[in-house]
């Protein structure tokens, strides 16, 4: 029956209705915030308001939903016990640095629709929503129900997803459109240690640190950084920014200085991008701390700086920490350190987002970072892993959905692995499946971020024709 079906013919009738829904979800600022968190609400207002508009759009399409308290909800086609799923979500992450326009107020030029969200991940959730809603108007008939799930916490600790697993069960079958095409199969673990420490005051040195504040989210490399250094020779003052003025003009970076009562503010830009792969951005913090090393501060100041430049900077691997390790298939071990506070006579955190590919002893890793904090009197305050998720590459439902692309494309779906956590891994048999396409590029977590929309119209295409082969597929084990 596919056959017979124009699946990019009827996404183009739907092209501007398209656009315009997924406008207006990217008007919506959803990033997390608990702070202004209710019932119904638990991420917060704005996360709030793009999960009501969400149900409420599948609702006037006519597609019958349900939801978990505001952690997730769904919209379902067909009948069945076992769905076939489509895993997105419609939290973003912050949208820090200057952007060439204002990242939720959507803009189209040259062909891409530029917002926060835009290819991570309400693009690709709407693609796979239209695909649906183009299954249900050609009355096109299933086997199988398919379900469009959408969750509230993707970026930062995937809370919808694990109350649906919860509730719900771990769905079997389907993928997440929140990655790349062609097919991911594999995906990288998780280890995120948060190692922390007392900063009391203390003397020595010819310098204080009195803060050092890098980063927003563990899974963004950092694009900023501030540090306030009090100097205890005011001689030395003009000296320090000309030095800073020099060494961003060497390294190609932008920064400037503020004179506070307490010292001097230095501020230190840098290039965010996925945590996934560090060394594809400018990591601020890194970099600052790389400057002040050539300071003497006071104790604690000169423990913090030592621990960053020596163990972190420039290494993305893990090998000063002595964790590094790869894997044929899945790549290196990454490290991305993306959250860094300081403050005198307060304490000192710093986040750390290590990838691991399935190889990865996660006890020796945690081990080591240990070992390593303790050599400056950093101690693990908490600790959050994830598993590596891991699908067997001749599985009937990774061929359906590797056949759906290649007809639609014209292209080879090779089959691929990544450094990302998606909700993939929160399905048994589930992978990541589109929506940016092979040699484009990534923009999530960046500034700018777009969806290219011929690329837009074509996942949905594609997202249309796997679904309908996956909600009729006889046997989805093989």
Known sequence: MSQQVNFYEEVMKRKEELLDDLTQLLKIESTKDLERASPGRPMGDKIGE??????????????????LDGYAGWADLGEGDEP???????????????????????????????????????????????????????????????RLIFGTDEESGMRGMKKYVEEKGQPSYGFSPDAIFPIIYAEKGQINPTLTKSIPSTDGGDCTLKTFHGGERINMVPDECVATVEFHDPLKIEEAIQEFEDFCHKENLSGYTKHKEIGIEFHLNGTSVHGMEPYNGVNA??????????????????????????????????????????????????????????????KAEIHLNIRCPIN????????????????????????????????????????VMKQAYEEETGEEATLLTTGGATYARFLKNGVAFGALFPGKTMTAHQIDEYI??????????????????????SDLEG
């Open 452 to 473: 290219d929309i011929d690329d837009l119209l074509k996942a949905t295409a594609i997202y249309a024709r796997a679904l309908y082969e996956l909600g009729n597929l």
């Open 360 to 399: 990865t002893d996660y006890d020796h890793t945690i081990d080591m970072v240990e070992r390593a904090g303790k050599t400056y009197d950093f101690a693990i305050s908490e600790i959050r892993q994830k598993e590596p998720h891991y699908v067997d590459r001749n599985h009937p439902t990774i061929q």
């Open 84 to 146: 076939i799923v489509a895993l997105g979500h419609l939290d973003v992450v912050p949208a820090s640095g200057e952007w060439s326009h204002p990242p939720f107020e959507p803009v189209i030029k040259e062909g891409k629709l530029y917002a926060r969200g835009a290819i991570d991940d309400k693009g690709p959730t709407l693609a796979a929503f239209y695909a649906m809603k183009i299954i249900k108007e050609l009355e096109l008939p299933l086997q199988h129900k398919l």
């Open 285 to 346: 913090a890194l970099q600052l701390a790389h400057f002040l090393s050539r300071y003497t501060f006071d104790e604690q100041g000169s423990q913090f700086i030592l621990f960053v430049h020596d163990r972190m900077y420039q290494d993305f691997y893990g090998k000063r920490l002595d964790i590094d390790v790869e894997h044929e298939e899945m790549g290196p071990l990454t490290v991305n350190a993306g959250v860094f506070r300081y403050e005198l006579g307060g």
């Open 50 to 67: 793009a999960f009501d508009w969400m149900l409420n759009l599948a609702e006037q399409n006519g597609f019958e939903t349900d939801q």
